[in-house]
């Protein structure tokens, strides 16, 4: 473990050896789970009391954050957006993590409100029921109404939950240092995953962030009468207490209710998604949770958008990108859908771009022969990501999340209407994104982005070409070499210099019979030259495994 990782782990030192505790506990599962001794498998228990050795590694990564608590949910939750990194199997089984976490007594809940906004429960609300509609890991809803005779819910915070994140924040950086030094776990950028989870969990940890995105919801759909978004008010409003009006409809994972309403369920599942192509395309900004439980069916077949903690963002080369994709895909072209996946994603430097060009070839080609009523977007998405996975090119964190948001939607859709299909949704939208690709309004804004970072360009050359200039005549001008993969050779010849030492050394003791002798042979020298000869064949050995002891020039 690197020292830089130490600090952070012994600050914490309960909560981190309860950490490695329950992790040692699954990877140990997960180790038995490869041997024949069918006793031996049953000696760690999941919560259900089946054994852990017998649940698939997906299962058991997603029991282990379950077991260590809000904020490794949390970490989970972010990890299953990003296909690109866990890969597609990991990613789905860890959307199924829910938080329970218990909730607080109602003295608690009344001193939190009562100390943010500076009044009585009583003066704030007319009605306010201590009983708690739901408990999540950073928060807990209750059941209210304004002396005015408003139904509202309003979101608490729980007491001490940010000290408790923090905590376990600085504990999963130090993890993070030291996972970067282990071959195995660099490939899923633990340091850059942790980094953006932080920003993400300690953005939701605000809730008057959460009221500003459901505020800026509210004024994109102003006029549509399709979508009804919550009310929030402002002044019963603060980081730790968020209230909104209350939605009184049928959640979509309601199946016993949906089946009684009576609503046109096909009608409803296109008119969500449409809404969602709107907040995409048309918007840059869309509501990036998309399960049955955050989503409500109102009367009148108007859908009520619920939990605004987790939104999206598309800035405009990122929606241009998105376009070129979409239409890249649609028109089958795949040499134009790798040069797009290279651009957006950050590409290793030894990957096989030929391959890759080939394997999206065979994507391009499957998936544009299938009927419209037969393509499964969802499936398509997804074998894209892994495929990307694969070549271990990673994706931005917005294009991650985007993928997965598709996904998600499709599969909602589909629990309203079997039959429905998201490309369907997204052909008005594929013939919008080819008229902004060629709008005039479009060019101008792209020429005049183009001209500002020339022009910033033209303003910096001149005074970077001067101070080259000036290091070159005082003789301070450095040129930094990176040499890659030149480390191990340099170890090796270190290596070899040190073992030729040691013998020539011994093999000297040898021949002038330096003391202390056994049948007149130096102990020493014996000794040195055995040593000696070991450590050449060990250095002979990963010579010849590295595949570079009798490399010939074709």
Same mark, same amino acid.
């Given at each position: 473990m690197k020292l830089t990782a130490i600090p952070q782990l012994y600050r914490h030192s309960n909560r981190a050896i309860e950490v490695i505790?329950?992790?040692?506990?699954?990877?140990?599962?997960?180790?038995?789970?490869?041997?024949?001794?069918?006793?031996?498998?049953?000696?760690?228990?999941?919560?259900?009391?089946?054994?852990?050795?017998?649940?698939?590694?997906?299962?058991?990564?997603?029991?282990?954050?379950?077991?260590?608590?809000?904020?490794?949910?949390?970490?989970g939750q972010v990890l299953s957006t990003r296909a690109d990194l866990v890969g597609v199997a990991v990613a789905e089984e860890l959307?199924?993590?829910?938080?329970?976490?218990?909730?607080?007594?109602?003295?608690?809940?009344?001193?939190?409100?009562?100390?943010?906004?500076?009044?009585?429960?009583?003066?704030?609300?007319?009605?306010?029921?201590?009983?708690?509609?739901?408990?999540?890991?950073? $928060?807990?809803?209750?059941?209210?109404?304004?002396?005015?005779?408003?139904?509202?819910?309003?979101?608490?915070?729980?007491? $001490?939950?940010?000290?408790?994140?923090?905590?376990?924040?600085?504990?999963?950086?130090?993890?993070?240092?030291?996972?970067?030094?282990? $071959?195995?776990?660099?490939?899923?950028?633990?340091?850059?995953?942790?980094?953006?989870f932080q920003r993400i969990v300690l953005r939701e940890l605000d809730f008057g962030r959460e009221e500003r995105n459901m505020q800026q919801f509210a004024a994109d759909f102003a006029d549509d009468p399709r979508i009804h978004i919550p009310r929030s008010y402002p002044e019963l409003c603060t980081a730790r207490v968020l209230t909104m009006e209350r939605l009184d409809g049928i959640k979509l994972n309601d199946s016993a209710r949906l089946g009684q309403a009576g609503l046109d369920l096909v009608e409803v599942a296109r008119r969500g998604a449409e809404l969602y192509m709107t907040m995409i395309f048309a918007h840059g900004f869309y509501h990036a949770d998309p399960h049955p439980g955050n989503l409500l069916l109102l009367p009148g077949n108007v859908i009520g958008l619920l939990d605004y903690g987790m939104v999206g963002r598309i800035d405009e080369q990122l929606r241009e990108d998105i376009e070129e994709m979409v239409l890249a895909v649609v028109a089958g072209d795949a040499a134009q859908l790798t040069l797009v996946i290279t651009r957006v994603g950050e590409v290793p430097a030894a990957c096989d771009r030929s391959a890759l060009a080939v394997d999206v070839a065979d994507f391009v080609a499957f998936y544009t022969t299938q009927r419209l009523d037969e393509f499964n977007l969802s499936g398509a998405l997804n074998e894209l990501t892994e495929m990307i996975r694969r070549y271990q090119i990673t994706l931005p964190a917005r294009v991650a999340m985007l993928l997965k948001v598709l996904v998600m939607l499709e599969g909602t859709s589909r629990l309203l209407s079997p039959q429905f299909n998201l490309l369907e949704v997204m052909r008005p939208h594929q013939r919008e994104m080819l008229w902004r690709r060629m709008s005039p309004v479009r060019r101008v804004r792209k020429l005049r982005r183009i001209y500002r970072e020339f022009e910033h360009?033209?303003?910096?050359?001149?005074?970077?070409?001067?101070?080259?200039?000036?290091?070159?005549?005082?003789?301070?001008?450095?040129?930094?070499?990176?040499?890659?993969?030149?480390?191990?050779?340099?170890?090796?010849?270190?290596? $070899?210099?040190?073992?030729?030492?040691l013998f020539l050394g011994s093999a000297l003791m040898l021949s002038q019979r330096v003391p202390p002798l056994v049948a007149d042979t130096s102990v020493l020298g014996a000794a040195g030259v055995t040593l000696s000869l070991i450590l050449a064949l060990r250095l002979l050995r990963a010579i010849n495994k590295s595949g570079h002891l009798e490399r010939r020039n074709k």
């Amino acid at each position: 473990m690197k020292l830089t990782a130490i600090p952070q782990l012994y600050r914490h030192s309960n909560r981190a050896i309860e950490v490695i505790s329950v992790l040692s506990k699954y990877g140990l599962a997960n180790w038995l789970s490869r041997l024949d001794f069918e006793f031996a498998k049953s000696l760690f228990k999941a919560p259900d009391g089946e054994a852990l050795a017998r649940k698939s590694p997906e299962v058991r990564l997603r029991l282990a954050l379950t077991e260590l608590g809000p904020t490794f949910i949390k970490l989970g939750q972010v990890l299953s957006t990003r296909a690109d990194l866990v890969g597609v199997a990991v990613a789905e089984e860890l959307q199924r993590l829910q938080s329970d976490t218990p909730a607080d007594g109602p003295e608690a809940v009344r001193s939190t409100i009562e100390s943010e906004l500076g009044r009585p429960v009583a003066e704030l609300f007319r009605e306010f029921d201590d009983r708690p509609l739901a408990s999540a890991s950073i $928060g807990q809803v209750h059941a209210a109404r304004l002396h005015s005779g408003e139904a509202v819910v309003v979101k608490v915070r729980h007491p $001490g939950v940010e000290h408790k994140i923090r905590v376990d924040l600085e504990i999963l950086a130090g993890f993070a240092q030291w996972a970067e030094s282990v $071959g195995e776990l660099r490939a899923y950028r633990p340091r850059a995953t942790v980094s953006e989870f932080q920003r993400i969990v300690l953005r939701e940890l605000d809730f008057g962030r959460e009221e500003r995105n459901m505020q800026q919801f509210a004024a994109d759909f102003a006029d549509d009468p399709r979508i009804h978004i919550p009310r929030s008010y402002p002044e019963l409003c603060t980081a730790r207490v968020l209230t909104m009006e209350r939605l009184d409809g049928i959640k979509l994972n309601d199946s016993a209710r949906l089946g009684q309403a009576g609503l046109d369920l096909v009608e409803v599942a296109r008119r969500g998604a449409e809404l969602y192509m709107t907040m995409i395309f048309a918007h840059g900004f869309y509501h990036a949770d998309p399960h049955p439980g955050n989503l409500l069916l109102l009367p009148g077949n108007v859908i009520g958008l619920l939990d605004y903690g987790m939104v999206g963002r598309i800035d405009e080369q990122l929606r241009e990108d998105i376009e070129e994709m979409v239409l890249a895909v649609v028109a089958g072209d795949a040499a134009q859908l790798t040069l797009v996946i290279t651009r957006v994603g950050e590409v290793p430097a030894a990957c096989d771009r030929s391959a890759l060009a080939v394997d999206v070839a065979d994507f391009v080609a499957f998936y544009t022969t299938q009927r419209l009523d037969e393509f499964n977007l969802s499936g398509a998405l997804n074998e894209l990501t892994e495929m990307i996975r694969r070549y271990q090119i990673t994706l931005p964190a917005r294009v991650a999340m985007l993928l997965k948001v598709l996904v998600m939607l499709e599969g909602t859709s589909r629990l309203l209407s079997p039959q429905f299909n998201l490309l369907e949704v997204m052909r008005p939208h594929q013939r919008e994104m080819l008229w902004r690709r060629m709008s005039p309004v479009r060019r101008v804004r792209k020429l005049r982005r183009i001209y500002r970072e020339f022009e910033h360009l033209v303003e910096v050359l001149p005074r970077g070409i001067h101070e080259i200039m000036d290091q070159v005549q005082s003789g301070k001008f450095d040129v930094h070499l990176d040499h890659r993969g030149l480390a191990p050779s340099v170890n090796r010849l270190v290596f $070899g210099m040190i073992t030729s030492a040691l013998f020539l050394g011994s093999a000297l003791m040898l021949s002038q019979r330096v003391p202390p002798l056994v049948a007149d042979t130096s102990v020493l020298g014996a000794a040195g030259v055995t040593l000696s000869l070991i450590l050449a064949l060990r250095l002979l050995r990963a010579i010849n495994k590295s595949g570079h002891l009798e490399r010939r020039n074709k």
